[in-house]
């Protein structure tokens, strides 16, 4: 059974960092590729930043390049994202999801991502 678990959540003032994890538990991360979404009330889901693992390559949603960067660890089945100089605007539920890597890109619509995590919410407010 595939799970994905997220981590690290919390509340931050705003300047602050937080990082989050996502566990991937019945699959191996060497074939999938792994996306961060968040969603926040009454918007649409965003994709934050997503890892391939077909050739290593990274992309960034604009909102968060320069300040998020995105990692994994297969040897722990996990990966990061290390947010920095968090704004209340981030301010949202994050979600980790995993896509085929034989079957789609990263920049393919979250439709394409077969499993998905509970979330983590992160909060940014002074």
């Known amino acids: 059974q595939v799970q994905l678990v997220e981590s690290g959540g919390g509340l931050v003032q705003p300047g602050g960092s937080l990082r989050l994890s996502c566990e991937a538990f019945?699959?191996?991360?060497?074939?999938?590729?792994i996306g961060w979404f968040r969603q926040a009330p009454g918007k649409e889901r965003e994709r934050v930043s997503c890892?391939?693992?077909?050739?290593?390559?990274?992309l960034y949603a604009d909102s968060v390049k320069g300040r998020f960067t995105i990692s994994r660890d297969n040897v722990k089945n996990t990966v990061y994202v290390q947010m920095n100089n968090l704004k209340p605007e981030d301010t949202a539920m994050y979600y980790c999801?995993?896509?085929?890597?034989?079957?789609?890109?990263?920049?393919?619509?979250?439709?394409?991502?077969?499993?998905w995590g509970q979330g983590t919410q992160v909060t940014v407010s002074s």
């Open positions: 999801a995993a896509g085929d890597k034989f079957a789609m890109r990263c920049s393919e619509s979250s439709n394409r991502f077969d499993y």
């Open positions: 019945g699959l191996i991360l060497d074939f999938w590729n």
């Open positions: 890892t391939s693992a077909s050739d290593g390559s990274t």
